[in-house]
């Protein structure tokens, strides 16, 4: 099983990154897919989540209008666009891959940097 993200970087404030997240070794289609973030010192926090359709999405409320998650099956990848930046959205993130009654999985997270 592999969840790999791609798409950091560093960025100014107002400026926009798009995310991906490339699933593999796993029924990606039955899985509800979210986007994780964690800056320094502060506990990992749920960002977005989408279910294993796409027809439903959920936000943190300091993100909503602002980012938006899709996903793709046919391609086994999840997306994450982030508009209008914020240096407090500085952080590492993560994709997470759940299903009931199964372990979820993570990948290794990707670096974004809002800074002028």
């Known amino acids: 099983v592999q969840l790999v993200e791609s798409g950091g970087g560093l960025v100014q404030p107002g400026g926009s990154l798009r995310l991906s997240c490339a699933a593999s070794?796993?029924?990606?289609?039955?899985?509800?897919m979210s986007w994780y973030r964690q800056a320094p010192g502060k506990e990992r926090e749920l960002v977005a989540g989408?279910?294993?359709?796409?027809?439903?999405?959920n936000y943190k409320d300091s993100v909503k209008g602002r980012f938006t998650i899709s996903r793709d099956n046919a391609k086994n990848t999840v997306y994450l666009q982030m508009n209008s930046l914020k240096t407090e959205d500085t952080a590492v993130y993560y994709c997470?891959?759940?299903?009931?009654?199964?372990?979820?999985?993570w990948g290794q997270g990707t670096q974004v940097t809002v800074s002028s």
């Open positions: 070794g796993f029924t990606f289609s039955s899985y509800f």
């Open positions: 997470k891959a759940s299903s009931n009654w199964k372990t979820p999985y």
């Open positions: 989408i279910n294993s359709f796409g027809d439903r999405t």
